[in-house]
């Protein structure tokens, strides 16, 4: 009994060969199964023919592969609607004050806020920049509870060069808080890989690094 789309017919002859060079130029997966049918109905033993189920069989493949093909051109569509809205809707935000969560930050002179949230209370707490070249800056906070704890990094107090540096923070109850810093949202692009947005401080960022807008700052 055939049970495919690819089964080869018993009987010889050129018949079952036209049909294959034709299934080979079909355009469109119903021309293909179309072909298909038609050579199998054609090369089929007389004495013993195919079960009409194996093509009700057939067909529902075709159906099913069609409706994951439609399937998966409207999810690319809808991914690529959703990104254009993302953009629209964070260019209308430019100029506003967002934090993004980061373990690097930009030192240039100004002062940089940021926060990061404690689940149990610390003795000693410590804020810990390092410079590519290894050197590391220490802001002493001192004990906190836990909660949210905010903290200002003024580069001249410190003694920061301007460049780049990573983030970290100690606890005496040696947990490792992800840490949140404070940015204006300068530009909004679209890359090759993505929606891409510049923030002051931080530089490139992505979307998903924002965890608040705070609004436009009063100047």
Do not use: C, W
Request: glycine share 10%.
């Amino acid at each position: 009994m055939q049970t495919g789309f690819f089964t080869s017919s018993q009987n010889s002859g050129g018949t079952a060969s036209n049909g294959v060079a034709a299934a080979g130029s079909a355009s469109s997966p119903k021309e293909l199964f179309t072909t298909l049918l038609v050579a199998q109905l054609k090369n089929q033993d007389p004495l013993n023919p195919t079960d009409a189920s194996t093509f009700v069989n057939q067909l529902t493949q075709l159906s099913q592969m069609e409706a994951l093909q439609n399937l998966a051109t409207q999810s690319s569509g809808q991914a690529s609607m959703l990104e254009s809205l993302q953009t629209l809707g964070l260019g209308a935000q430019v100029g506003s004050e967002v934090m993004v969560q980061t373990d690097t930050v930009q030192v240039d002179g100004s002062t940089i806020r940021g926060s990061f949230t404690l689940g149990s209370n610390s003795a000693e707490t410590t804020v810990v920049l390092t410079s590519a070249a290894g050197t590391a800056y220490r802001l002493p906070l001192g004990t906190r509870a836990s909660g949210e704890v905010g903290f200002t990094i003024d580069p001249q107090a410190l003694g920061l060069p301007s460049g780049s540096y990573s983030l970290a923070v100690e606890t005496s109850s040696k947990e490792s808080p992800s840490i949140e810093v404070a940015g204006t949202l300068q530009s909004v692009r679209l890359t090759s890989s993505g929606v891409a947005l510049n923030v002051t401080h931080l530089g490139d960022t992505a979307p998903t690094a924002i965890t608040r807008f705070n609004g436009r700052q009063a100047s």
